[in-house]
């Protein structure tokens, strides 16, 4: 079983940072890619953020510039450091791992962390 556990949500001015957390644990065969989706209230679910095993990364363009998506592979944890923030970047932030396993591809979610950005 493969379990991922978010940190590093909370309440920040605009123009402030967060710095996400996700660190994965478990029977991990092998990645594919990590990334960073979010849910504000009353909308879907968007990918924000992504780096794949071979290091390149892709960001959803309201992000760009603004957000970096790293990993740290000795400690099994990808972070998402979130700059210059805005009221309309307060969601839910959910970490992705996408897997190649012997039985096929598996994908798993975090539990999730709020971030909220208000005055």
């Known amino acids: 079983q493969v379990q991922l556990v978010e940190s590093g949500g909370g309440l920040v001015q605009p123009g402030g940072s967060l710095r996400l957390s996700c660190a994965a644990s478990?029977?991990?065969?092998?990645?594919?890619?990590t990334g960073w989706y979010r849910q504000a209230p009353g909308k879907q679910r968007e990918l924000v953020a992504v780096?794949?095993?071979?290091?390149?990364?892709n960001y959803a363009d309201s992000v760009k510039g603004r957000f970096t998506i790293s990993r740290d592979n000795a400690r099994n944890t990808v972070y998402l450091q979130m700059n210059s923030l805005k009221p309309e970047d307060t969601a839910v932030y959910y970490c992705?791992?996408?897997?190649?396993?012997?039985?096929?591809?598996?994908?798993?979610w975090g539990q999730g962390t709020h971030g909220t950005v208000s005055s």
């Open positions: 992705n791992l996408d897997t190649r396993t012997p039985w096929g591809r598996k994908n798993y």
């Open positions: 478990g029977n991990i065969f092998s990645i594919n890619a």
């Open positions: 780096i794949t095993s071979g290091g390149s990364t």
